[in-house]
Each structure stands twice: as C-alpha cells, then as structure tokens.
C-alpha cells in the first residue's frame, strides 16, 4: 500500500484560470504550439515538450520541442514524424535506455534523444485506438499506454502490442508506484480517486480520493509525494499519506506535467495557452 505519495493529455483544450502570479513560478516558456506534455530528461538536464501543433490525430505535423533546464528553446521542432512513421499530435513520453518513447493518435514513437532522429514505431491501429495518451515502463520490462478514449491500457514489449486490461475509468495519466511497483493511474472521467493497478495480477484499489476538481490529466511522484494536475480547477493536486489538497492555482488547465529531478521543480503544460510554466515545488512538499 502506497503510504505517502502523490507521461497524458487530453483532447480537452485550456482556458484561462487565474491572473495573479504563481507562487514560486521560475519561467514561462512561450512560443510552442498546442504543448500537452513535458518530459525531463536527467542525463541531458533538459525537458522535451510534446506539441499537438493543431490537431490531435490526423495532420501529421506533431512535433517535440528541446528546452534547456532553465526555460531556453534549444529547438522548436527537435523531433518530427516521417512520411512512414507521420507524428500527428505528440502526447505523453517516457525515457528508457532505448530512447524517448512518444504517444501519438495511432501509435507510440521512438527518437533517439540525442539527434532526435525517429528510430521506430509501434502501431496501436489494429486495436482501433479512441485517445491514446500516457506512458511509462513498468517492472516487467513492458511499456504501458493508457488510452483515455477507450478505457483500456495496452502492453508493449518486443515490439509488439496487446490490450493488457480494461477499465472503469477513462485513464489519462499513468505513473509507477516506486513503493510497490504498480502503476498509479490518474481519471479523466468515472471517477475522483488517484488508482493503482497491480498489472501482475490485474487488480485495482485506491490510493486516496482528490478533493475537488477533474479531468485528470498528469501525475507524478515526487518525493514520496502524488502531484495530479487537474484541468477542471486549473490546479495541480498533491495527495500525501492519501490525503488530497489543492496546492497550486494555475492560469489554465495543465496537461502532462514533467518533473525536474534535480531541482524539484515541476513543468506545467497548457494546450491553449501555447507555453510551459516551470515551477518550484519548494515550500509545497
């Protein structure tokens, strides 16, 4: 049992929530299109932003961003599609030895993370895939994909995919558990509780319950801690020892959010907004 604790977006675009400033707010990071997740990569102290670049499926003109630790554009479109492998509207990434792995309206994509060349593909198709969103590799050597639009998560290994389960929930966000290796799960939809799936034996229990807001969208462990952004309140959520509170107010509804390891700060997405807020999460753990 997870007992103190706190990859992706939605199709729901962002709207404004607040104009006061955000309490310990680093930088703004203006000048992307249609950004929906952040993933932080450690080895090279950098984030990479995944853009929709307008329509979530279908245009083939996704792209991923290259942003230094501080908030500078390093390049704008650091990762792109191929007239094989088009990337639609990037989403929700994980970083493993192999490279970054990026979720897409048909299929999961991989870049090498130091030329951003693509390197590989995984096709969702034959499954007739509704909206799929997160990632992460669990344990087991497998990548899970939640798919938001259809209520299942699918296993990738070797290549190759399969449904591994279904759910109640509509799940968008999907992390692991570092104190049991389940993976926690955040709703979209159907439900106001943070989930963890044991996949190894296919079962799922609560963490806590999230006081207020929905929509869920990104969530992370930070620190023993679950940050959850919620769109609904534009707010993102930290659940400690299963308690839930709404920690920090933010000016639109947050995506995927990605965490900086080495500086504890969070990287907070909004798809409207077309910018990346950095955030310190000094003072709120």
């Known amino acids: 049992m997870l007992f103190s604790l706190a990859g992706c977006g939605s199709p729901e675009e962002a709207t404004p929530g607040r104009t006061a400033p955000v309490v310990g707010l680093v930088t703004s990071v203006s000048g992307l299109s249609g950004p929906e997740a952040v993933r932080y990569d450690p080895e090279q102290d950098l984030y990479f932003v995944a853009n929709f670049n307008g329509e979530a499926s279908g245009d083939a003109n996704g792209f991923v961003s290259k942003i230094s630790a501080e908030g500078e554009i390093l390049e704008l479109k650091f990762m792109q599609g191929s007239a094989l492998w088009p990337l639609h509207g990037a989403r929700g990434m994980f970083i493993d030895p192999r490279g970054l792995w990026v979720v897409d309206a048909g299929g999961v994509h991989l870049f090498d993370r130091e030329s951003g060349e693509q390197i590989g593909f995984t096709d969702l198709s034959d499954f007739e895939p509704g909206f799929p969103n997160d ?132 990287a907070v997405p909004y798809v409207s907004l077309n910018r990346v807020d950095i955030i310190s999460l000094d003072g709120y753990l």
């Open 135 to 266: 990632i992460v590799l669990a344990a087991d050597g497998a990548l899970y994909v939640t798919d938001t639009g259809k209520r299942v998560i699918y296993r990738i290994r070797d290549g190759s995919a399969s449904v591994a389960t279904s759910t109640v929930m509509k799940p968008n966000g999907i992390t692991v558990n570092p104190e049991s290796g389940g993976l926690l799960l955040a709703p979209w939809a159907d439900s106001q509780a943070v989930v963890e799936w044991k996949f190894t034996q296919d079962s799922f229990s609560e963490i806590g319950l999230l006081n207020g807001g929905g929509n869920f969208d990104g969530i992370e462990v930070v620190n023993g801690h679950i940050v959850v952004a919620s769109q609904q309140d534009t707010s993102l959520h930290i659940m400690s020892n299963g308690a839930d509170r709404r920690a920090i107010v933010l000016p639109g509804k947050p995506a995927d959010i990605g965490v900086d390891t080495r500086r504890n700060r969070v």
